[in-house]
């Protein structure tokens, strides 16, 4: 295992690499741009009309393999990478780190080694309040479901209690007409949906008249009957009563007495025939309705007490709902803080090396560093551990050259900080979607992010070295080709001035894949043949042939 102090040797040897690399980046483009503008000038002084040189430098159209292949720089970083981000809502403070270039074995992962510690102080504030809240909705939601419980068998009681009612005052009912009439009568309310005009008195003549109604009137007719012949029996004692005392056979008294006896048994038949006669117009209608009513209004209390039942039900489960929803909103926010203040301790996730966010992020790293005391952003990186198995490059292809790079394609990788190594790798994936350079450079230049894997595993490449890349589009066998500055464009055609005899010929050609160096020819051009390598351009072109037309009218004939 390597010390803390070699591998920070090796992070600022990195570090170094990248920034020569980047010097170097600008200072090739500062030429770049100062050589543009001297030969702007001297093409503006000599007016475009410099002839091309005496001896023209020349290239030999030659067979053989070409390598086509893209070249472009990047930085190493880690395939797989687990990033410690923050949890915590808002904002909160580091109060302690682990040391950057910590190296977390799988020891440490089983132990649970912390890596960041978060300011847990108000959340540990808002967790005691909130346990609070919990146990108070937690009560209200266990009495909500017990007075729901409590509802439902009063119900259940009340609903019962209103169908006995019911079937009682039926069985009154039934019990005073008999069932035969007394359903007959309920049939005939259904069917006029009334009580009124019901008119009870015809049911007395009613062949099948049963219960207490007809227990009362054969009484009220058995009064009469009885009464009839007691007075017929007194009737007939008077009378012999009277002739023994016209024959003084009997006292004054006794015919006085006879006399009151059929007076007194005259005035009970009255009386039970009177009986009768309130009993058929008043008694018996008024006790049969009183009971019919009696049993309609026992059916409309029950609709009532299954309403009200119905009522009270939907409250009590309207206030369970809302305080089951009160107690999981604060049950759910319980667990929330929880998670919260779990969230403020992280460990190690897995092996590997301990890398600050900031320290791959230039403008982090000068005004945001990671840091005890620094502040963090909910959902914002912290650490990343890189798994140093498994390495790659990431580089920006070029839109003219991403099209024909794909994943799968093999690729050489130099390391600056390793100039005696070389490293193989494959293209792992590219982006979809372009990404604009940075505004010194070009706002119109279009770059695709590309991930290159490099082969193997190798303790000593850190993530933020930079490398280079070449990737290795297609191998050419046994084709022409001339260097790429030998092919000009005019008129939307491919040209090559081949040297003769007589000098430069212009002469058409077909091209196919290049490199940075080299174009294959596939028509045109024969091998052996010769051609300028700084072809004459068309403003070169024109001015030459109008020189050596006044050269040829001012010679001697």
Known sequence: MRTKDEQKKDEETALKAKLVRHLRTILIFAGV??????????????????????DPALFTVSRGDLTISVTESGDIKAVNSKDIKSEVEGRTTIISIVDEGTYINQEDVNNGKVLVELDSSDIEQKLTQQEVSFLTSEASYTEAKESLDIQKKQNDSDVQGGRLKVRFALMDFKKYLGEIVAEQVIERVKESQSLENTAFGRYLEHPQLGGEALQELKKLNDDITLAESRLERASDKLQWTRKLREKEYVAETELKADELEVESLRVQKERAQIALELFKLYEFPKQAEKLLSDYYEAERELERIEARARSKLA?????????????????????????????????????GQVVYSSSTDEWARRNRPIEIG????????????????????????????????EPGQDAEITIPAFPDKSFTGKVLKKAPLAEQQHWFLSTDLKVYATD?????????????????????????RDVLSVP???????EEKKLCYVMTNNGPQKREVVTGLFN???VEIRSGLKE???????????????????????SEQGRPQ
């Open 33 to 54: 741009i100062a050589a543009i503008i001297v030969l702007i000038l001297l093409w503006g002084i000599s007016g475009g009309s410099n002839p091309p040189s005496k």
């Open 452 to 476: 290159v894997g490099i082969d193997g595993t190798y303790d000593f490449i850190k993530t933020g070295m930079s490398a280079k890349v070449e990737i290795i589009i297609e191998q050419l």
């Open 484 to 490: 790429i500055q030998a092919v000009i464009t005019q």
């Open 374 to 405: 620094a502040e963090i952003r909910e959902r914002q990186k912290i650490i990343s551990i890189p798994d140093t198995t498994e390495m790659k490059v990431e580089i920006k292809v070029h839109e003219t050259w991403v099209d024909k790079v």
């Open 516 to 518: 940075a160096d080299f």
């Open 315 to 351: 409250q009590a489960q309207a206030k369970l709902a809302s305080n089951e929803a009160q107690y999981r909103v604060q049950k759910e926010q319980l667990e929330k803080l929880r998670k919260q203040l779990k969230a403020c301790v992280l460990t190690a996730p897995s092996p």
């Open 528 to 550: 052996g043949e010769k051609v300028l390598l700084k072809p004459p351009r068309p403003g070169q072109t024109q001015a030459a042939g109008k020189k050596r037309m006044k």
